[in-house]
T-cell receptor, first 115, second 113 residues
Framework: KAGVTQTPRYLIKTRGQQVTLSCSPISGHRSVSWYQQTPGQGLQFLFEYFSETQRNKGNFPGRFSGRQFSNSRSEMNVSTLELGDSALYLC??????????????FGEGSRLTVL | DQQVKQNSPSLSVQEGRISILNCDYTNSMFDYFLWYKKYPAEGPTFLISISSIKDKNEDGRFTVFLNKSAKHLSLHIVPSQPGDSAVYFCAAENNNAGNMLTFGGGTRLMVKP
């Protein structure tokens, strides 16, 4: 079956702009979470959505937001981009969200460069 | 405050030998631990996991050991193969907090032929 699909794969923005990243989870998966990967901070949790509701949020400023649609597809948005937002943004899906959830299935990521 | 730490940024082993990757955590609320492998330009892929009620889980060449009292886990790969060369991430979660993984910084494993 198709894996987690993220679009776009690469994008370049300038400071102050905003960006929207998209994630299509594995068919049937209802939980979508987002992570930011940078060389200095590693993989950091951004937020998780389940059934269109945000269940958890990481320690990121309000410029980072997301949403999930009824078909489980998710988008994340970063407004007023800063140089430090340059990173690989990874989306992961899971069948459910709860005890013993186990593994997440990650997409290949969207690499954002802010100039 | 790094709740999950992988103190070795890199590890080099000979093909056929054992690779041991280590991970330490500080949050006693973590009750589920996972290892992910990541190749360049790809997303992390799940490798193996262990619940806090166990101290060992084995899957083929991969075994994860958990020492709760020491808040330490390790991944053993035996025998190591060149295709195992990748970055390995340790991750931890509190199962009651949903899919919110806390990752370590990763260890780059290089398996030499």
């Amino acid at each position: 079956k198709a894996g987690v699909t993220q679009t776009p794969r690469y994008l370049i923005k300038t400071r102050g702009q905003q960006v929207t990243l998209s994630c299509s989870p594995i068919s049937g998966h209802r939980s979508v979470s987002w992570y930011q990967q940078t060389p200095g901070q590693g993989l950091q949790f951004l937020f998780e959505y389940f059934s269109e509701t945000q269940r958890n949020k990481g320690n990121f400023p309000g410029r980072f937001s997301g949403r999930q649609f009824s078909n489980s597809r998710s988008e994340m948005n970063v407004s007023t981009l800063e140089l430090g937002d340059s990173a690989l943004y990874l989306c992961a899906s899971s069948l459910v969200a709860g005890p013993n959830t186990g593994e997440l299935f990650f997409g290949e990521g969207s690499r954002l460069t802010v100039l | 405050d790094q709740q999950v730490k992988q103190n070795s940024p890199s590890l080099s082993v000979q093909e056929g030998r054992i690779s041991i990757l280590n991970c330490d955590y500080t949050n006693s609320m973590f009750d589920y631990f996972l290892w992910y492998k990541k190749y360049p330009a790809e997303g992390p892929t799940f490798l193996i996991s262990i619940s806090s009620i166990k101290d060992k889980n084995e899957d083929g060449r991969f075994t994860v050991f958990l020492n709760k009292s020491a808040k330490h886990l390790s991944l053993h790969i035996v025998p190591s193969q060149p295709g195992d060369s990748a970055v390995y991430f340790c991750a931890a979660e509190n199962n009651n907090a949903g899919n919110m993984l806390t990752f370590g910084g990763g260890t780059r494993l290089m398996v030499k032929p």
